[in-house]
């Protein structure tokens, strides 16, 4: 039972233009999500994270929104460049002090020059 | 350099053999968390430490052990190594458990025959 589902596996934008990536998830405890960006022979690398408290997290080119009653959130990136090109995973947090995080499958971005 | 060093890179082993796969931070990070990267699952968590001396199970735990003697070395074992156990295993750690990122070593990529 996959409990954070990326239902995109790829997605290719033109440079400059805006890429939105997806990810839904099903269990309502889950109180913070992270998305993370990984290149091939690389661990993920933390992008951006968002508290269920909020409903949106900006830093720089990148912006997560979370609609908590559709369980669904979102990672814009605006303007895309070809480094953005890599998989990107969204996370969710069960919450407490275990820090156990449940990943998506990952979408692999493509920003086409 | 701060960061996790995990070893090695990558193996091949023979199914039936033992195998340790070594994740060491210079953070002082008090958690660690050893995941399993699979196409089309993104990354499992399967063991976590929140602090030296304690561990506990992530979602595919079986067939493999962790310790945490102190606070810089989380190894995983494969005790007696098979073929579904073939994949890309990540270290990572965060300062805490609990709501906030953790920090990816490379990988290790691991082909059990």
């Known amino acids: 039972d996959q409990q954070v589902k990326q239902n995109s596996p790829s997605l290719s934008v033109q440079e400059g233009r805006i890429s939105i990536l997806n990810c839904d998830y099903t269990n309502s405890m889950f109180d913070y999500f992270l998305w993370y960006k990984k290149y091939p022979a690389e661990g993920p690398t933390f992008l951006i994270s968002?508290?269920?408290?909020?409903d949106k997290n900006e830093d720089g080119r990148f912006t997560v929104f979370l609609n908590k009653s559709a369980k669904h959130l979102s990672l814009h990136i605006v303007p895309s460049q070809p480094g953005d090109s890599a998989v990107y995973f969204c996370a969710a947090s069960v919450g407490g002090n275990t820090g156990k995080l449940i990943f998506g499958q990952g979408t692999t971005l493509q920003v086409k020059p | 350099i701060a960061g996790i060093t995990q070893a090695p890179t990558s193996q091949i082993l023979a199914a039936g053999r033992r195998m340790t796969l070594r994740c060491t931070q210079d953070?002082?990070?008090?958690?660690m968390y050893w995941y399993r990267q699979d196409l089309g699952l993104g990354l499992r968590l399967i063991h976590y430490s929140n602090t030296a001396g304690t561990t506990g199970k992530g979602e595919v735990p079986d067939g493999y052990s962790v310790s945490r003697a102190n606070t810089d070395d989380f190894p995983l074992t494969l005790a007696s190594a098979v073929p579904s156990q073939t994949s890309v295993y990540f270290c990572a750690s965060s300062p805490f458990g609990g709501n906030q990122p953790q920090h990816f070593g490379d990988g290790t990529r691991l082909s059990i025959l």
């Open positions: 953070m002082r990070h008090n958690a």
């Open positions: 968002i508290s269920s408290i909020k």
